[in-house]
Every structure is written in structure tokens, then in C-alpha cells.
């Protein structure tokens, strides 16, 4: 799977799942959790899907505002399996 296409997946359940407006016009560095638009505990569910849609476990010391807070943090982590 190539960059694009997880970039694509991620923002569907982002704008879908986690901030439940599946209009709103996430940018690809738009900061989530300290922009306001999720909060921390999403990132656990960001978890869950990285290993159902992309077969990649992220452990929870990973899962923090640090290595998660845009579309291409997540997408940077998914591709780094």
C-alpha cells in the first residue's frame, strides 16, 4: 500500500470516526488533538484501527500527542510498520 492511499484511508476515519464530520477539510499537518479537533483518548482508537486496516500494532507507549498529533504523523507511523 503506498502513501497515498493510507493518507486516504486515515483521513476518511479521522474526519469520520474520530472527529465525526465527514465534510470538515482536514489538512495533512493540521495539528488534531492540540488544535482541539480530538482529544487523547482517540489515539486509542486510532491504535485499533492502524492494526485492523493496516495490519500494524502500535504499541501504547507510541500512541501520544507527540507522535500522533497530524494526518501525517499517523500516516509516517503506519508506514513504519
Known amino acids: 500500500?503506498?502513501?497515498e492511499e493510507v493518507?486516504?484511508?486515515l483521513r476518511t476515519f479521522v474526519?469520520?470516526?474520530l472527529i465525526r464530520n465527514p465534510k470538515y477539510p482536514l489538512q495533512d499537518d493540521e495539528p488534531l488533538?492540540?488544535?482541539g479537533l480530538i482529544d487523547s483518548f482517540s489515539l486509542?482508537?486510532?491504535g485499533v484501527y492502524a492494526e485492523q486496516e493496516f495490519?500494524?500494532?502500535i504499541p501504547d507507549p507510541d500512541l501520544?500527542?507527540?507522535n500522533l498529533d497530524t494526518l501525517n504523523d499517523m500516516?509516517?507511523?503506519v508506514l513504519q510498520g
Open 15 to 17: 474526519v469520520t470516526e
Open 33 to 35: 488533538i492540540t488544535g
Open 64 to 66: 501520544t500527542v507527540e
Open 1 to 3: 500500500m503506498d502513501r
Open 75 to 77: 500516516v509516517n507511523r
Open 55 to 57: 495490519g500494524v500494532y
Open 44 to 46: 486509542a482508537h486510532f
Open 7 to 9: 493518507k486516504s484511508k
